[in-house]
């Protein structure tokens, strides 16, 4: 069994599903008392997200970048970067470790390839919404189109995320925006939607709509499964 090297605490939030879903996975194809072989580091969410907001990249690139390599000097044969916007810096972090890192756009296209999707719809940050470093590697590397919410929808995600699904806080209100937002797609001819940021999936689940879900949470959980059972 390979090491799993987990970057999170983007938020601990997801990153705490990201281990379940892993020794869940593990457990079930080993049976016994398996369970996976991970390296975690958490950082500090709050330094990251201000570096965000205030468009400091660069910066929290090289927190992420530091903390990878000490995921790799603890003996991970490879890397899950445990949340979809902090891909956004993902070239940069690679360029700065030996083990690989598989991207969750990556992991992603795969199943929706497999499942004969080419059209879908991204729920996500405003970050992973607007800009290229997602929606792109979908449309260059895998010919999925991408879908997006209107301006006003994309600050109602947003402002969720990060002021409630990162905190823990689950509201039914909440949950009614993201499904109307979810239809909204659907008719505009999205034939399945991304999770595309690792605290959705809290909120909203498979029962909840009729179109088809898919939770980039699980999905790279289950990638990182598959490596290190290689």
């Given at each position: 069994m390979k090491t799993i090297g987990l970057l999170g605490g983007m938020s601990w939030e997801?990153?705490?599903l990201y281990y379940k879903e892993i020794n869940q996975a593990i457990n079930k194809e080993l049976s016994f008392l398996h369970s996976a072989k991970i390296v975690l580091y958490s950082v500090d969410f709050e330094e990251i997200e201000l570096l965000q907001k205030t468009n400091k990249w660069n910066e929290a690139a090289n927190i992420l970048s530091l903390a990878?390599?000490?995921i790799e000097k603890a003996?991970?044969?490879?890397l899950l970067i445990c949340t979809n916007t902090m891909h956004k810096v993902y070239p940069l972090i690679q360029s700065n470790i030996n083990i690989p890192i598989i991207h969750i756009a990556d992991a992603t296209a795969n199943v929706l390839q497999n499942d004969n999707i080419s059209k879908i719809g991204l729920l996500g940050t405003s970050f992973t919404m607007k800009e290229d470093f997602y929606k792109?590697?979908?449309?260059?590397?895998?010919n999925i189109e991408v879908l997006i919410p209107n301006d006003e929808d994309i600050n109602i995600i947003h402002k969720i995320i990060y002021e409630e699904l990162c905190l823990g806080i689950i509201k039914t209100t909440s949950r009614n925006k993201f499904l109307k937002i979810i239809d909204k797609l659907a008719k505009a001819g999205a034939k399945a939607i991304i999770l595309g940021c690792t605290e959705i999936?809290?909120?909203?689940k498979d029962e909840d709509t009729n179109i088809k879900l898919y939770d980039t949470t699980k999905i790279h959980a289950l990638e990182a499964v598959k490596m290190s059972l290689k």
């Open positions: 997801s990153t705490l990878a390599l000490n003996g991970a044969n490879f792109k590697r979908l449309l260059d590397k895998y999936c809290t909120l909203v």
